[in-house]
């Protein structure tokens, strides 16, 4: 039978991040007549090396801290890690690592070895078995069979068996768990919740300094505002895109996000029975297919770090900022092209070949092949500056130089030994020439492109109309309107006549983003002639005199198509009529 399930949008702390929308699964039984060929975009679209094309030695730790785990799932029985260092059942912490009978993972919440889900509570315990379904499935598909043998997965549960709260009550806890086991890689699918750092900081310190990669989800608030622990400096972060490399709605994007992955139509394991399936959303599913990502890098070269590996993800990334103008800058390096990625790991040589002036952040290779050779960043979107930073050995007196071009004009030019911590090139288009034979090893030049105040990107201020007739709209052409804005538009005509108002495109957010309508000049209630928000047309208004303002204000979450129209001077009387169309 169809059934379909839903995770609440409560902002709680620590929630997971799989949201389901309308998404169903049905037992395997039935897809071969109903779903002959599911949708596998989601790992096709990150250009997965096929099997034999890397060669693992020794097998990886993946800890997932997440709600509750199965371990009879045919996607997912194969795959779990078991500690040989703890003897089964005698109630000692034979490893001394604080856990006793810590066979396969541990369970946080509830301070046991049982990692499972709760009987009977597979409906409500699913995302920790969809997460590392995705994981696992990902890895099949470049390892073959193989996978197993090398993928191990340390299932860290931090919901309580008996929680009425869709949350991580100690997920935190649980990071740290992994760290004490010790994880390789470290998935976090769920973010949200005040971070105390006071009390959680040391447990980054110490994956640091035990070189443990951490990804998490960005998010699913409609948010600019990365949330914890994604938004922590050591913590890789994941935003969502749909099939059509468009932001997923609700995901958080801006300046902390690294990377992004699928958020649509994710084929993953459901637990309600061994072999039930379902297509996971938002973050969560997104942040799983990276982590699986992070795995195969680390599988081929175990010795990266993972700075290393998300090198080698975002600068080999598919920018995504042309299909996400509004966005520009926040999406961080792209879509991740794992063969590509493998290569610029484990091949050196190959790595000038990636770059790619449209990713907002990545880096430019200074060697011999780039020398005097002019190089022109131009990402898509709106940025107040490109920040540069220079990272390898520089001998002392060197005179190589960098010049910077803003973007045919010289604004700078530095001695590579006399660089500056970071250099900021105002503008959204630099050229950059390298003049020198750098040595034996290649600096890097480092970027990163600063995103405009999207609230200002499309609209901003007051902007004044004297002409009897025009158009005005909301600024953002095919994309769509920026959150958080306030703009006006002050008409005035000549004395005697009212003003026309005509609409002609018309998409906000119901009852949330308003364009108002004043009589005259200010923003006063008593002023106010109507308030427009929704798809609907709104329909004609004439103004009463000669003069009428225009107020858009948008809130920081859902936007729309926005607004256009079209004024002219009139002296029909005040009032409103039938849209036109």
Same mark, same amino acid.
């Given at each position: 039978m169809l059934k379909k399930f839903f995770l609440g949008a409560v902002i709680l702390p620590v929630l997971l991040c799989g949201r389901i929308t309308a998404q169903s699964f049905k037992d395997s039984a039935t897809i071969t007549a109903s779903i002959a060929n599911p949708d596998y975009r989601a790992y096709d679209e990150l250009q /997965? @090396?096929? @099997?034999?094309?890397?060669? @693992? #030695?020794? @097998? /990886?730790? #993946?800890? #997932? #801290? !997440? !709600?509750?785990?199965?371990? =009879?799932?045919? !996607?997912?029985?194969? *795959?779990? *890690?078991?500690? =040989?260092k703890e003897i089964t059942g005698n109630g000692i912490d034979d490893d001394k690592n604080g856990y006793v009978d810590d066979i396969t993972g541990w369970d946080v919440a509830d301070n046991d070895n049982d990692v499972s889900i709760p009987a009977g509570r597979e409906e409500y315990f699913y995302h920790g078995t969809m997460v590392m379904s995705i994981i696992t499935r990902l890895a099949k598909q470049c390892l073959g069979d193989k996978a197993g043998d090398f993928i191990r997965i340390l299932p860290i549960k931090t919901m309580p068996d008996k929680s009425q709260k869709p949350y991580l009550e100690f997920g935190y806890e649980g990071i740290e768990c992994a760290v004490n086991m010790g994880a390789d890689i470290i998935v976090c699918a769920w973010s949200g919740g005040k971070y105390d750092a006071h009390k959680y900081s040391h447990i980054f310190e110490e994956a640091q300094k035990k070189g443990i990669l951490i990804v998490g989800a960005a998010g699913n608030f409609y948010s600019q505002q990365t949330d914890p622990p994604a938004s922590l400096s050591t913590v890789y972060a994941v935003a969502a895109v749909d099939t059509a490399l468009k932001k997923v709605k609700n995901s958080n994007y801006g300046s902390k996000i690294d990377v992004v992955a699928a958020g649509q139509n994710v084929y993953a394991a459901y637990p309600l029975k061994d072999n039930t399936y379902f297509y996971g959303e938002g973050t969560s599913a997104a942040v799983a297919l990276i982590g699986g990502c992070a795995a195969i890098l680390k599988l081929a070269a175990p010795l990266s770090t993972p700075r290393q590996m998300f090198s080698a993800l975002k600068n080999t990334s598919q920018p995504v900022d042309s299909v996400n103008r509004y966005y520009g800058g926040k999406l961080g390096a792209g879509l991740p092209q794992l063969s590509d990625a493998l290569n610029y790991l484990l091949n050196p040589n190959s790595r000038p070949q990636y770059f790619n002036a449209e990713r907002p952040v990545g880096e430019i290779i200074l060697d011999k092949a780039n020398s005097n050779r002019m190089i022109e960043l131009h990402p898509v979107g709106g940025y107040t500056n490109i920040s540069f930073k220079l990272s390898g050995k520089v001998k002392p007196g060197l005179k190589d130089r960098m010049n910077f071009y803003t973007p045919d004009s010289l604004y700078a030019s530095y001695l590579l030994s006399e660089f500056p911590i970071k250099a900021e090139i105002p503008g959204g288009v630099v050229k950059v020439s390298y003049e020198g034979k750098s040595g034996n090893e290649p600096l890097i030049l480092n970027y990163t492109a600063n995103a405009i105040d999207s609230t200002t990107l499309y609209c901003s201020g007051t902007k004044y109309y004297e002409a009897s007739s025009g158009e005005i709209s909301d600024g953002s052409g095919k994309a769509d309107y920026a959150n958080n804005c306030s703009c006006k538009w002050q008409i005035k005509v000549a004395p005697g006549k009212h003003v026309r108002l005509e609409f002609d495109q018309f998409d906000t957010q119901s009852k949330i983003d308003n364009v108002y309508i004043y009589q005259g000049t200010e923003t006063l209630q008593s002023n106010l002639i109507a308030r427009f928000s929704g798809p609907t047309l709104p329909p004609v208004v004439t103004s009463a005199s000669n003069e009428l303002l225009i107020w858009f204000v948008t809130d920081p979450t859902i936007t729309g198509e926005g607004w256009h129209l079209r004024y002219t001077t009139t002296d029909d009387a005040p009032g409103s009529s039938l849209p036109v169309r």
């Open positions: /997965l @090396p096929k @099997p034999g094309k890397i060669k @693992p #030695i020794h @097998p /990886l730790v #993946i800890a #997932i #801290i !997440d !709600d509750g785990f199965s371990f =009879t799932h045919r !996607d997912c029985k194969n *795959y779990f *890690y078991h500690n =040989t």
